[in-house]
């Protein structure tokens, strides 16, 4: 009986030894381990603050290169070109960015601007580089209000959002504006729009500023005083549905607020409309969407440009914005942006 007890004591004695030795082994290791993650969190804290200062310093000397190549010249007046009012059915951003590409690639191909692509509006300043446009030929950029903003880390990840108020592109534009300012260096801004386009240039220029920030406002087929109609009204929301096409209609509460009076800013403001036929009843010629006295404005430069109806799936109100097709309303822009005399 003694010996089965000693046997029975000298298992224990040796299983208490074993998890011993294994828990010696787990709180060295922990400590270790520690230690380790300290002394790589402090020199990783150091590495970060490294970079940091570095990345500051080649900032301030992308910026002081900037300020110097733009030290003895004006900056040229940058452009932006602005879409209209586009189908939701094939992809209203893409859509939208087609529709303006035919006179961005016309403005490069003719040497009149240095195209600098798509813009769109950036959340984070610091991807930026301040004056990277500056002491250039006039540059020229494309861009949409049916993004809210792309992704500071640019992975892709964009935020449409193009079932909104005329008003909130308006705001998206403000920011777009600010990123070219902030780009080229230059204090004021050209802007071509097609259609809806010049609504949101308007509500930016009138509503949410004072328009020091935009020289020359281009509007081209831009419903100024809305669109009527049964058949219009229909169309627009079969389109792209949405506030949009409320703000759109004739004597909206957003048109008349627009129009309720002369603007005191000092833009200049020049329309072009489009007069080819007489569509749905209306008795104004029209661009087959647009009525001519809905573009024109009484503090605008206005001008009329005459065509012919496009037979199929398209309109002249697009055709105007394809400089091969409607060489006239590509050359009246030249002459408003002072690019050609």
Known sequence: MKKRLEKHLGKRIALFAILSFFLVIIVLGL????????????????????????TSYQEELLDTFA????????????????HGHSSRSFGSLYLSLETIDPMYQQFIEDEYYVGKGLLLPFDNQTLLRKNVWAGEKSVVVKTTYYV???????????GVSDQDRIINYSQRLERIIDIVLYKTGAEQVDIVAHSMGGLVARGYVELLSDGSKVRKLVMIG?????????????????LHPGPECS????????????????????????TIAGSCCK???????????????????????????????VFGIGSFHNQMMLPRQT?????HTLQYLEVIS
């Open 31 to 54: 400590f270790f381990s520690v230690n380790y993650l300290q002394d790589y969190y402090f020199l990783t804290n150091k590495e970060n603050k490294l970079i940091e200062s570095l």
């Open 67 to 82: 300020d110097i190549i733009g030290t003895n010249q004006t900056p040229q007046v940058p452009l932006i070109i602005l």
């Open 148 to 158: 809210t903003s792309i992704d500071e880390l640019l992975d892709q990840q964009i």
């Open 222 to 238: 831009t419903p100024n005083h809305g669109f009527e109609g049964v058949f219009l009204d229909g169309f627009c929301d079969r």
């Open 247 to 270: 703000d759109m209609r004739a004597r909206s509460k957003f048109l008349r607020i627009l129009n309720n009076q002369t603007p005191t800013n000092n833009v200049e403001y020049y």
């Open 279 to 309: 569509t749905y009843g209306q008795p104004y010629t029209t661009d087959e969407i647009i009525t001519v006295p809905s573009v024109k404005l009484e503090w605008a430069t206005n001008t009329v440009v005459k065509g012919n109806s």
């Open 327 to 331: 060489p006239q309303v590509y050359n």
